[in-house]
Structures are given as C-alpha cells and as structure tokens.
C-alpha cells in the first residue's frame, strides 16, 4: 500500500508545491508539466558549470565565463534615467578585478555581502585591463552542487523558479520506490536507479554523475521507445490471404541486357518469403541511388501478376510516375503483365478510362501519383502496394492505398539512404531489405568543390563533354515557395549560360513551375539528346535517368543538404562513361567546406547520410515530422547508437518471454510505454 501512497504522492498536483500558484501552473501546463512526476522528467537542456571557474585573468573579454570572486567593494544605486537604475560591484579572485553591473535589481545587489564568495555567470565585455561583466546570473557558493540546470523555460516561467520546485520535487522523492526498471536490468547494463538518476539530472554534484544519470534516462527512453514500436509491429499483423508462390523468372530476367546483382536478388527473395507468408509483407527496401530498386520492384510485381494479383505503385512526382511506368512497362509488357499510368495531369477521359482497366481487373499494373488515393480508384484485386519515396508520403497516405486491396503486400523503397539504427527506429514497423551493392562497371562521380571564380574554367570543360557527345546537368538552386524570384533568376542564368558560358549549344530549362506537358516535354528532349545542356532546379532531384548526361554542375551547393546533393549527383554516372560532378560554392563556413569535402570524398550514400546526421542532427534530416514518432527528451539517436541496439535488443527479449508486459516487474515499463505513446501523433502501422 506505501507504493500506491508514494506513487500518489508523485501523481500530485504540480500547485501542491509550494509556490506554484494558479497563474504558474497554467505556465508549467505550457511546457506539458501539471504534476509532480512530469516535473521532474523536465530535463536540463543544458548546465552552467561552476565546477571548474575560470581565473578572471585568463577570462578573455567577449566570451562566456563562469568566475569565482570575492566582493571587495560595492557602488552606491546609479539612477540613469526613470525607470534605470544600475549597481556597480567590484569583485576579485586575487589573479585581476572585475568590475560586475547590475541593472534594476536593488534586492539582488543588496544581497550580496562584501568580503564574501560568489560564482558569476556571464560575458565578460571591456578590456584587458579593466574587465567587466553586465547582468551575470549570480550564484552563492555552496558545497556539493557543481553544476546549475538551464530548463527550457516559458513566459512567467524563470529558470530560478523551476530550480526551486525541482528541489522540492527532489526532496518528495525521498523512500520513492517506483523504479521502473527491474533490477536484473540495472545490474546487465550498469544503469543507476531512478531515483538517483532524478537528483543527478537535475543537481549533478559532478560531471560524472551527470552523464551516469543521462545515460540511464536515455536506456530507459529508448527502450520504452522499442518497447512500444515493438508491440506496434507485433499487433499489426494480421494474416493475409494474400498467398504468392515463387515464379520461374526465366521469361523477365533472360530478357535483361545485365546479371542481377547479389543485393538485387537477395531482396527478391526476401520479399517472396513474405509473398508466401500468410502474412502481408510490410517492408522497406533501401538502396542508394542507381542501386536498381526498380528491378526488385519489377520481379515482385511480375511474381503477384503470374498468379492473378495486381500491383500498383505510387511516386511522389508526375515525372517519376511517368519514368517509372516507362521502365516497368519496357520490362514487363513484352511478357504479357500491361500497365496503366494515372496522374493528376491526365484529362478526365484519360482517367476514367485507367480506372476502369483497373477496376475491370483488365490491367494488372498501375503507376502513379497522388491521383491513385483518390476514392473513384478501385482495383479487382489488389495484392501488391509499392511506394516509391523521400519520406514524402505519410503513414496515412499509404494506408490509404492499403485499404485498396485485402491486407495486400507493401513494399516502401526509399532512395534515402538512412544509417540502419535510424532506419529501424523510422520505421520500427517496417521490415528492412538493403541494397548496398551497386551494378557492375559503375564508376564513382568524380566529385570536385571549385569557388565562382573558376566557374569558367569548369563550363570550358563541360563544353568539351558536350562536344564529345556528352548531356550535361546544371543545377540551380531556387527555392520552390518563391516562384517570382526563382522564374526571374532561372532566365537570367539562361541567358548567362547561353551567351557567356555555352554558346552555340542547345540548352534547355526545366523547373517546377512549368506544366507538366511543358516539363514532360524537356525531359523527353533531355533523354533524346536534342538538348545537350538543361538547366534545371531540384526537380531532377528524384529518378530521371539520362544515362548519357556525364556530367553535373551545382550552383550554390552551400545551399543543399548533403543527402540532396546526393541525390542530385545521383543522376549522372548512370553510363558507361566516367562522370563528373562539380559543386560551385565560394561560401566560406567550415561547417561549409566539410560538408562539401564528404562529398568528394566519397560516393557511398550510407556514408554521406551518416555525415549529414552528424551535421544536422535527426530533425532537419527528415523534414517534416512525418514519420510518427514520440519525441525523445533526452535520447540522442545520433550519439547515442549504442545505447539504442542495446534496448532494442532488450525489448525484442522482453517481449519475447511476456508480449504484453503483464509480468509484475514489467508493469513499470508497461507504464512509461503507455506515457510515452499517448503523446505520439499516431501510431507507426498502416
Ligand atoms: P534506383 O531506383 O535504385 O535509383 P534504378 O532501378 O532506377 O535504380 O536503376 C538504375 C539503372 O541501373 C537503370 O538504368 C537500370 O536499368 C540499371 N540496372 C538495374 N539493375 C542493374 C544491374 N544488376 N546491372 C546493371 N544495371 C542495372
Ligand atoms: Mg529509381
């Protein structure tokens, strides 16, 4: 009965404390705290760190520093003006003086005592010889508590204040014995209790016990996270009728120009074992780009057709759609298996005239855009959902295409090649095919990093290309949502190119704001050669393949995430030829130039998204929070991969032996997944 009376005591009210009242609970509600226990899992963003206090001589002026000074001297009140007033307070660690300011805050002044010990917080301005410091958070020296929580904070809500709740937080603790995790597990991994893991979090006495208390809150998330993800995965499954026995593929493969490679059929085969499960395939097939995903994709649609089922596969953009309609119907037509295209762009007969192929049951394939979610397409039988995509398309999006069929097979193909321990945790519910085994014969992108001013030099080399026979891509990077801006400067860089850079060669334009016949139109012109150059902003980012085009020239590539410009440089090497890629950037920021460098050193895309992790951190390299993931508070999915396998591991045993964590000693977990989750935007299955 005493855990229920503690848990209670927890579960209180965050006004319970003293000092918080009607007004400072609705700013606490703010950042999602309205008890006890939520206040206490408000983890520091950050700590001032007093364990180790500079030498006011060694502070240099225009820095941070925390120093530790005596008061020797305190001015008198300065009225500056109405309503300013400023203190002058002389303080001395016996290395130099430092001259402190304080504006309006008469009691914090007065409240400091000459000839006695504080800690000063703050940027340390003027000179050499006469240092000072304006406003610096002031801290009495006490023993024990080395460094100061920073909290992300809210209007009406100061730091000062969530400190001294925190310690009455801290203090309710006291014989709290709601440890979550069983002790077997805190002996395994090493982790300190909870308990403990609160105080040192929150006060750390050293750096050390910081990080201890870090590292068990952050095992502790991410197992709740597997946990969770897990139990996910576990309960979507549901069997499918959906029965796909292996086809002789001699008929699809003896007509290919190439062998497969290993990869290639690896994922094949990967993907009939879930044909012939029982249960539908819900898997995510990864390759870099030209790593032949399609090929995969056409083995399995050409298995699903032998036995009667239909396929449908969505791209994210008309031209891909197109593309890929091209290609599989190349492959797959002369066998029999026929496709339709339908996107937005086709006249309404057009469509109507898809639908009812598909409808009828008369087609077995169908490649498009959007237009396919739409509630008039319905299919015969639907047995295979291919997405091809960027994180472009939401959970609800392809779950829409799902409920096409009857529990169908779903294969996601992502040309964003995502480092795996990420992988499994976006797509926790998914399972993972890699290609990571390019064709034969490819050569690397020979890949350079020039400044403006060798531009001319790099276009007299890609007019030798041109007068070899060669394509070229030139890359201009304009923002989408700008479009008078962008049209302007896409004309204007024409017009460069046309009469500076390349004259007397065809050049072409292409962006996202012409038709889509328009743009169809200068593909086309592209792919057959009758245009040697095209000027293009991101829109060939994705899928176009021009296999002559040996060489790619980017304007600005400062402006490019790694991972785009990857996908960019993607499009050339896809030939026989060697090709090149040129990134023009005169921008000068380190984190600039290492970026740039990863991608002339290397055209590994597993690589180059590890880096780009690393530089951007997990947020901005998914865009858009699409994925639907609780959001970690202390967890670093980039530094932290260690400890990430290491719960994943542990929940796939956890709940191997008790599925729904109904054990006694699991009923804390079952707990923190059931916290962690209903505050997720939805849930990770279609
Ligand atoms: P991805 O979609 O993964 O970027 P694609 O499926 O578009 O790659 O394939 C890129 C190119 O490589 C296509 O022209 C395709 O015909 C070709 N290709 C696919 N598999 C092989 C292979 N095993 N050997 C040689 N070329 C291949
Ligand atoms: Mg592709």
Known sequence: MTVGMEQDLLKREIRF???????????????????????????PRDYIDYSAPAAIIDAV???????????FKKGREQRIRKGLSLFKIFVTDDTADLTVTIFNARFAAEALKEGESYFFYGKVTGNLLRREMNSPQILRVVPGAAMQPVYPLTEGLTNKMICTNMEQALFLLEGWRGEPLPLEIRKRYR??????????????????????AKRRLAFEEFLTLQLGMSQLKRRGRRETSVLIPAPDFSPLFSS???ELTGAQKRCIAEGLEDFKSGFPMNRLLQGDVGSGKTMVAAALIYAAWRVGYQSVLMAPTELLAKQHAETLSALLSPLGCKTVLLTGSMTAKQKAEAREALASGSVPLAVGTHALLQESTAFRNLGFVVTDEQHRFGVAQRAK????????????????????????MIYGDLDISVLDELPKGRKPVETYRIGES???????FIAKQLDAGRQAFLICPLIEENEELRLSSVEEYRKKVERDYLPGYVVGVLHGRQKPAEKQKVMEDFASGRLQAL???????????????????????????????HQLRGRVGRGAEQSFCILVSSHRGEENRRRLEAMCRTSDGFVIAEEDLKLRGPGDFFGERQHGLPRLKIADLVQDTRLLTQARELAEELLSNDPQLS??????????????????????SC
């Open 17 to 43: 404390l003293k000092g918080v009242g009607e007004k400072r609970a609705e700013c606490y509600a703010r950042l999602g705290i309205t008890d006890v226990y939520s206040l206490l899992r408000h983890y």
């Open 61 to 71: 002026p225009g820095e941070t520093w925390v120093v530790k000074a005596r008061v």
């Open 191 to 212: 982790l300190c209790g909870l308990t403990e893991a609160f105080h040192n979090i929150h006060f750390p006495p050293s750096h050390l016990a910081q990080e201890e």
């Open 256 to 258: 290919l120009p190439f």
């Open 401 to 424: 295409l799902v409920r096409k069929g009857e529990h169908p097979h779903v294969l996601v193909m992502s040309a964003t090649p995502i480092p795996r321990t990420l992988a499994l």
């Open 454 to 460: 060798k531009r001319e030099r790099a276009y007299r």
């Open 535 to 565: 000027i293009a902003t991101t829109v060939v980012e994705v899928g176009i393949d021009v296999p002559n085009a040996s060489v790619m020239l980017i304007e600005n590539a400062e402006r490019f995430g790694l991972s785009q410009l």
């Open 663 to 684: 054990a006694p000693e699991h009923h804390g977990l079952r707990q923190l997944v059931r916290e962690l989750f209903r505050q997720a935007p939805e849930g990770g």
